[in-house]
C-alpha cells in the first residue's frame, strides 16, 4: 500500500497561473481533506470530502475548487494563484466512525506563488 | 480565543528528561482528542488518541481533563528521535466533525 500520495512534491507558480494539486489514496477510505500549512497558523482545512461526487467548503476555501470524481482522487484546483497561496499543501484520508477517526496524511506538496 | 491553543516552544531538553506539553480547546462539545506528531518537513502523524481515562502507550502518556479543556502529552526518558513537533488536535461533531489543529510545540532533544 501507498498509502496517500501526492503530485507534485514541489511547485513554482506566477501570480495568475492555475494548477492542479492531486490527491490519491489506496486504503478505499471515504472521507479526503485537502488542508494547508503555514508558519505560525497551524493546518487550516480548505475544502473536503466525505463520498465521491461530493465536496464541502472547510475553513479556508476562497481562491480554491475541489473535485472528487473517483473514490481514490481528489483534486485542488487554483484558478488563479496569488502569492497568499504559496504554502505546503497537505491532503488526507479516512473512514467515518469513531474507531476510524485517524486521518492519514500525503507527504505534502510546496507551492511557491512569485 | 483559539480554538486549540498550545505553547508553542521550542522546548529544549537533554536526553532523558521528562518533558511535558499542555494544550487547551475552546469548544466544549468536542468529542475526541489527539497528539499528531510532525517531523520536519514531513507529514503529521499520528501518535497517540487522548481518552477520558487517561492513556499511556510506552514513554508517552496522555491525558485529558474535559471541566478545564485541557489536554496534556507526557515523554518520559526522552531521546534524540523525539524531537520534532506536536500537535494536538480535537474534533468536534460527529462523524462528520473535522479535525482542529494546534499550531504545534516544537521539541528539541539535545545529547
Same mark, same amino acid.
Given at each position: 500500500? !501507498?498509502?496517500?500520495?501526492?503530485?507534485?512534491?514541489?511547485?513554482?507558480?506566477?501570480t495568475?497561473?492555475? /494548477?492542479?494539486?492531486?490527491? !490519491?489514496? +489506496? /486504503?478505499?477510505?471515504?472521507?479526503?481533506?485537502?488542508?494547508?500549512? +503555514?508558519?505560525? /497558523? %497551524?493546518?487550516?482545512?480548505?475544502?473536503?470530502?466525505?463520498?465521491?461526487?461530493?465536496?464541502?467548503? %472547510?475553513?479556508?476555501? +476562497?481562491?480554491?475548487?475541489?473535485?472528487?470524481?473517483?473514490?481514490?482522487?481528489?483534486?485542488?484546483?487554483?484558478?488563479?494563484?496569488?502569492?497568499?497561496?504559496?504554502?505546503?499543501?497537505?491532503?488526507?484520508?479516512?473512514?467515518?466512525?469513531?474507531?476510524?477517526?485517524?486521518?492519514y496524511?500525503?507527504?505534502?506538496?510546496?507551492?511557491?506563488?512569485? | 480565543?483559539?480554538?486549540?491553543? @498550545?505553547?508553542? $516552544? #521550542?522546548?529544549?531538553?537533554?536526553?532523558?528528561a521528562?518533558? =511535558?506539553?499542555?494544550?487547551?480547546?475552546?469548544?466544549? =462539545?468536542? @468529542?475526541?482528542?489527539?497528539?499528531?506528531?510532525?517531523d520536519?518537513?514531513?507529514?503529521?502523524?499520528?501518535?497517540?488518541?487522548?481518552?477520558s481515562?487517561?492513556?499511556?502507550?510506552?514513554r508517552?502518556? =496522555? @491525558?485529558?481533563n474535559?471541566?478545564? @479543556?485541557?489536554?496534556?502529552?507526557?515523554?518520559?526518558?526522552?531521546?534524540?528521535?523525539?524531537?520534532?513537533?506536536?500537535?494536538?488536535?480535537?474534533k468536534?461533531? $460527529?462523524?462528520?466533525?473535522?479535525?482542529?489543529?494546534?499550531?504545534?510545540?516544537?521539541?528539541?532533544?539535545? #545529547?
Amino acid at each position: 500500500n !501507498a498509502g496517500v500520495t501526492q503530485t507534485p512534491k514541489f511547485r513554482v507558480l506566477k501570480t495568475g497561473q492555475s /494548477m492542479t494539486l492531486l490527491c !490519491a489514496q +489506496d /486504503m478505499n477510505h471515504e472521507y479526503m481533506y485537502w488542508y494547508r500549512q +503555514d508558519p505560525g /497558523m %497551524g493546518l487550516r482545512l480548505i475544502h473536503y470530502s466525505v463520498g465521491e461526487g461530493t465536496t464541502a467548503k %472547510g475553513e479556508v476555501p +476562497d481562491g480554491y475548487n475541489v473535485s472528487r470524481l473517483k473514490k481514490q482522487n481528489f483534486l485542488l484546483g487554483l484558478e488563479s494563484a496569488a502569492p497568499s497561496q504559496t504554502s505546503v499543501y497537505f491532503c488526507a484520508s479516512n473512514n467515518p466512525g469513531r474507531s476510524q477517526e485517524t486521518q492519514y496524511f500525503g507527504p505534502g506538496t510546496r507551492l511557491l506563488v512569485l | 480565543r483559539k480554538e486549540v491553543e @498550545q505553547d508553542p $516552544g #521550542p522546548f529544549n531538553v537533554p536526553e532523558g528528561a521528562t518533558v =511535558a506539553f499542555n494544550c487547551t480547546y475552546s469548544n466544549s =462539545a468536542s @468529542q475526541s482528542f489527539f497528539w499528531y506528531r510532525q517531523d520536519c518537513r514531513k507529514e503529521p502523524k499520528l501518535l497517540m488518541s487522548v481518552y477520558s481515562s487517561g492513556n499511556e502507550d510506552g514513554r508517552f502518556t =496522555a @491525558q485529558l481533563n474535559r471541566a478545564s @479543556q485541557y489536554i496534556s502529552l507526557l515523554i518520559r526518558d526522552s531521546k534524540l528521535s523525539d524531537s520534532a513537533t506536536y500537535l494536538c488536535v480535537v474534533k468536534t461533531g $460527529g462523524s462528520q466533525g473535522n479535525l482542529i489543529f494546534g499550531k504545534g510545540t516544537k521539541l528539541s532533544v539535545k #545529547p
